[in-house]
Every structure is written in structure tokens, then in C-alpha cells.
């Protein structure tokens, strides 16, 4: 048995997500040979791997609404044709080498946790050139056109919402399975916020607001700092700058009232979730699936138009968060959190359980691992 797991590093939550299936179907006794999980983006040419992300890196950081339009319009389902037709020109030119590599290994399955090699992958079902499963895990709580394909046998979705919205754009319902997005088993192991805050360098006994802005560490990340400072409330602040190293220089350097401890991209988000009571950040698939599985109430700012504004409205449909529209609006919601006995606060962490799917990864390796079975 064959199973190749494909993501891009367009953005952390892609490769998080991968590396959670890879890890789950390790831990399920599968041998490092039968489970592969490699990057798209290596396997394209040279223009291409540098400019796909960095187009898209270049747009939320400097034309965020430019993205927004743009991620409407490629969304807009009557353009779905002719949008389809120039993108998989475009992603095949790009992606021979990937292609190549897919139809010489011929796995039983590939599972697409990025819509890059899920468009690919479900055109090569399609014409007949991959005669395995494609599975396609979709990692935000709505779905965009470019995760629908024809020749996908099988979706892996966050939630009921999520099927819903497949359905409603044409997919068989027998085709869309709830599993949660996967993340990270660690994310699920109980461990105790006074030693994480310890072995952070923070105080014990002290209310603590955890600021991060995604793998590449975009957006008002100082401002909010700069304003939480300035509460009269005692409080200190984890600070992850991600692959931002300016960023993480400011916080070296800068003088602050209260304690403030900042960090690069880290590999122990789930240490730095637990030793925290509230997270302020942008909306990632992710981020937010492993805030619900650590019960941690989220702030949300700045999100990304167009897939993290649906999952920031997820967020505060569910009462699990709340959907600044500005900046300075982060005293008075954090603020609030910690006026009288941490209700509001309790409520938000309740729901955020609730909602949380902390085994989707192992989920998503039995559904596979079964569906292979049956055809072997």
C-alpha cells in the first residue's frame, strides 16, 4: 500500500496539516516507504516555486483587498470554465516534474492537502492517468471553487458547515466526509499551563494574551502589542513574529511596561496555546483548528479576505471568538474578557471544545486506510 501526501508551502497551515496525516499514519504502523509526504512546490520550476508564494505573501502584506477581489472573482462559479481551463495550463506548464513523479510512483492514493496538486491530481484521474484514489483535504472551514474538481473521489472537510457549502456547489453528499482539519496529536496531549509558562519565561499566576499573525508573521502585530502595553490591566504577552525576523528584532530590542515574551517560528505552538488564556491572531484553517482543540477563546484581526473571513464568521457564529474590525478595539475586548469572574471567558472555551476535532488526522488515516483495503 502507497499513499502519497502532497501539500505547498504557500502558507504554514498546508504543511502543519500534512504533517499530521504523515504523522498519524506513521503511528498507525505504516512504514516510511508506504506513507510519502512531499512539497508540490519542489517539484516545479525553479520561477515557479519562488513566485507562487511570494506573489500571495506579497498581496496580504501590501494589497489585502487587492487579494480579496481577486479571490472573489477565481470564486465566481458561471467563470468556473474558463477559470479552469487557464489555470490548469498554467499549473500543468509549471508542474511537469510533479506530474512525472506522481505517474512514476502510481500510489494507491494521493491526499491533496493544498488546491495546487488537488486541481492536478483530479485532472489526471479525470483523463484516465492515475488510476488511484484522490483525496482532497480542505483546510479552511469554507471552500473556495479551486478545492472542487472533477475526478476527486473523496473530500475531508472541518465541519457540518463546510459539507453543507460542498453540497450546495455540486458535489455528491456521499462524496464529502466531516472529518476537522488535521492537526497535530500534541495539540490534543494534556499538559500543564504553570510549568508552559515557566518553562517560557512568564508569570505563573498572570493573564496571558498570546499574539501571532500566521507563519510569516504579516500584520499590526506591534500596534496591538503597543496598545495592550498601555492597559491599566495586569497582563503579559507570548509574541510569535514566525518567519519574520525584523519582527522579532523590534521585540528584542523595544522597552516595555509589561512582560513580553517574543519568538521566531516556532515548533511548540501547542506549549505556547496552553501556557496562554486568550490568542489574538488572523484566521487560518489551522490556527483556528488548533485554538478549538486547546479550548483557547480568539480574537481575531485582520483576517485575510476571503477564506479566513469565513472562518473569523464561523468563529463568532459559534461564539467561540470575536471579529475586530479595528486595531484599537483590542483593549476593550480584552478588557471585557477580563472583567468579573472570567465568564465570558468560560463560555468561549466550552464552545471552542465543542467544536474541536482533535483526532481528524487519525480519523482521515482509518477512512483511508479502510477504503484501501476494500480494493485490495
Given at each position: 500500500m502507497k499513499i502519497l501526501i502532497i501539500h505547498a508551502t504557500a502558507g504554514a497551515g498546508h504543511l502543519k496539516a500534512a504533517q499530521a496525516l504523515h504523522q498519524a499514519f506513521l503511528a498507525n504502523g505504516k512504514e516510511s516507504d508506504e506513507i510519502k509526504k512531499i512539497d508540490a512546490l519542489d517539484y516545479t520550476n525553479?520561477?515557479?516555486?519562488?513566485?507562487?508564494?511570494?506573489?500571495?505573501?506579497?498581496?496580504?502584506?501590501?494589497?489585502?483587498?487587492?487579494?480579496?477581489?481577486?479571490?472573489?472573482?477565481?470564486?465566481?462559479?458561471?467563470?468556473?470554465?474558463?477559470?479552469?481551463?487557464?489555470?490548469?495550463?498554467?499549473?500543468?506548464?509549471?508542474?511537469?516534474?510533479?506530474?512525472?513523479?506522481?505517474?512514476?510512483?502510481?500510489?494507491?492514493?494521493?491526499?491533496?492537502?493544498?488546491?495546487?496538486?488537488?486541481?492536478?491530481?483530479?485532472?489526471?484521474?479525470?483523463?484516465?492517468?492515475?488510476?488511484?484514489?484522490?483525496?482532497?483535504?480542505?483546510?479552511?472551514?469554507?471552500?473556495?471553487?479551486?478545492?472542487?474538481?472533477?475526478?476527486?473521489?473523496?473530500?475531508?472537510?472541518?465541519?457540518?458547515?463546510?459539507?453543507?457549502?460542498?453540497?450546495?456547489?455540486?458535489?455528491?453528499?456521499?462524496?464529502?466526509?466531516?472529518?476537522?482539519?488535521?492537526?497535530?496529536?500534541?495539540?490534543?496531549?494534556?499538559?500543564?499551563?504553570?510549568?508552559?509558562?515557566?518553562?517560557?519565561?512568564?508569570?505563573?499566576?498572570?493573564?496571558?494574551?498570546?499574539?501571532?499573525?500566521?507563519?510569516?508573521g504579516v500584520g499590526p502585530i506591534k500596534k496591538i502589542a503597543g496598545l495592550l502595553d498601555e492597559i491599566p490591566s495586569d497582563l503579559q504577552m507570548l509574541v510569535i513574529c514566525g518567519k519574520n525576523p525584523q519582527l522579532l528584532d523590534f521585540f528584542k530590542k523595544q522597552t516595555f511596561k509589561k512582560k513580553i515574551k517574543a519568538f521566531g517560528y516556532v515548533n511548540n505552538m501547542e506549549e505556547c496555546m496552553e501556557a496562554s488564556d486568550i490568542i489574538i491572531s488572523k484566521s487560518g484553517g489551522l490556527t483556528v483548528s488548533e485554538s478549538l482543540v486547546k479550548g483557547l477563546p480568539m480574537l481575531i484581526i485582520r483576517p485575510i479576505p476571503g477564506q479566513e473571513m469565513r472562518n473569523a464568521q464561523i468563529i463568532e457564529d459559534y461564539k467561540i471568538g470575536i471579529r475586530m474590525k479595528d486595531v484599537s478595539e483590542v483593549t476593550d475586548q480584552v478588557e471585557k474578557m477580563l472583567e468579573g469572574d472570567g465568564k465570558v471567558l468560560k463560555e468561549m472555551k466550552e464552545n471552542a471544545l465543542k467544536l474541536a476535532k482533535p483526532k481528524a488526522a487519525q480519523r482521515i488515516c482509518a477512512w483511508v486506510t479502510e477504503k484501501l483495503l476494500l480494493i485490495s
Open positions: 525553479d520561477f515557479f516555486k519562488k513566485a507562487y508564494p511570494a506573489v500571495y505573501i506579497f498581496l496580504i502584506r501590501y494589497a489585502p483587498f487587492l487579494w480579496g477581489w481577486i479571490f472573489h472573482m477565481l470564486n465566481c462559479r458561471w467563470l468556473k470554465p474558463l477559470i479552469n481551463s487557464i489555470r490548469h495550463f498554467f499549473n500543468a506548464v509549471h508542474s511537469k516534474r510533479l506530474i512525472s513523479y506522481v505517474l512514476n510512483e502510481q500510489p494507491e492514493a494521493v491526499i491533496c492537502e493544498h488546491f495546487l496538486s488537488a486541481e492536478l491530481m483530479a485532472h489526471l484521474k479525470r483523463k484516465g492517468r492515475f488510476k488511484g484514489y484522490v483525496f482532497c483535504g480542505i483546510t479552511d472551514f469554507g471552500v473556495h471553487q479551486f478545492w472542487i474538481n472533477e475526478g476527486t473521489d473523496f473530500y475531508f472537510v472541518a465541519s457540518e458547515m463546510t459539507k453543507d457549502e460542498l453540497i450546495c456547489k455540486g458535489v455528491p453528499q456521499e462524496k464529502v466526509i466531516i472529518t476537522g482539519i488535521p492537526v497535530d496529536e500534541k495539540f490534543s496531549k494534556e499538559i500543564s499551563k504553570t510549568q508552559m509558562r515557566l518553562k517560557l519565561g512568564l508569570d505563573e499566576g498572570k493573564f496571558t494574551v498570546l499574539i501571532t499573525s500566521g507563519g510569516f
